[in-house]
């Protein structure tokens, strides 16, 4: 059970779509782009827009996308932070004929992971530069890091058996 987030983002995203065709099947081949923030995405439902289309390839935009930050996952996010390559996790499920839907945008490794073993396809991207102050602000706040112990060794009698 997860907790109400703490933090709502509004995000779009964008994906690129590249039709590939080898003997006579044509495959869908779909890379993430990035994420974009700011409240001009809070539109109520994800709604996709064409963007562009050059060269096979064509690049869309989803938006009303949030990206939530929750209190529990406040760890992970650290390690994300952390990381050589900071990035957000846009999960997309699986439409018929090969669309994909994008259903969350996640800064947190493990739901990704998750949403990978459901079937789903993710994609990560860099963190945009104006999500990170707010991701660290609240990683700060809510993830205290353990302080690592020593363990002690049990001492020994002097024959060797305790």
């Given at each position: 059970?997860?907790?109400?987030?703490?933090?709502?983002?509004?995000?779009?995203?964008?994906?690129?779509?590249?039709?590939?065709?080898?003997?006579?099947?044509?495959?869908?081949?779909?890379?993430?782009?990035?994420?974009?923030?700011?409240?001009?995405?809070?539109?109520?439902?994800?709604?996709?827009?064409?963007?562009?289309?050059?060269?096979?390839?064509?690049?869309?935009?989803?938006?009303?996308?949030?990206?939530?930050?929750?209190?529990?996952?406040?760890?992970?996010?650290?390690?994300?932070l952390?990381?050589?390559?900071?990035?957000?996790?846009?999960?997309c499920?699986?439409?018929?004929?090969?669309?994909?839907?994008?259903?969350?945008?996640?800064?947190?490794?493990?739901q990704?992971?998750?949403?990978?073993?459901a079937d789903?396809?993710?994609?990560?991207?860099?963190?945009?530069?104006?999500?990170?102050?707010?991701l660290?602000?609240?990683?700060?706040?809510?993830?205290k890091?353990?302080?690592?112990?020593?363990?002690?060794?049990?001492e020994?009698?002097?024959?060797?058996?305790?």
């Amino acid at each position: 059970m997860r907790f109400q987030p703490l933090v709502n983002i509004p995000v779009a995203v964008v994906l690129a779509r590249k039709e590939i065709s080898r003997s006579g099947w044509t495959i869908l081949n779909w890379e993430g782009v990035a994420v974009l923030a700011g409240e001009r995405f809070a539109a109520g439902e994800a709604r996709r827009q064409l963007l562009s289309e050059a060269d096979g390839v064509a690049q869309y935009l989803w938006d009303g996308l949030r990206l939530e930050l929750y209190r529990d996952a406040a760890e992970t996010y650290w390690f994300n932070l952390t990381a050589t390559e900071p990035s957000l996790f846009i999960i997309c499920s699986e439409e018929e004929g090969g669309e994909l839907l994008p259903i969350a945008v996640t800064a947190d490794h493990d739901q990704s992971t998750s949403a990978t073993e459901a079937d789903c396809k993710v994609f990560a991207v860099p963190i945009p530069a104006e999500i990170i102050p707010q991701l660290e602000e609240f990683v700060m706040t809510h993830f205290k890091p353990q302080k690592r112990r020593k363990r002690r060794r049990d001492e020994l009698s002097g024959d060797g058996v305790q």
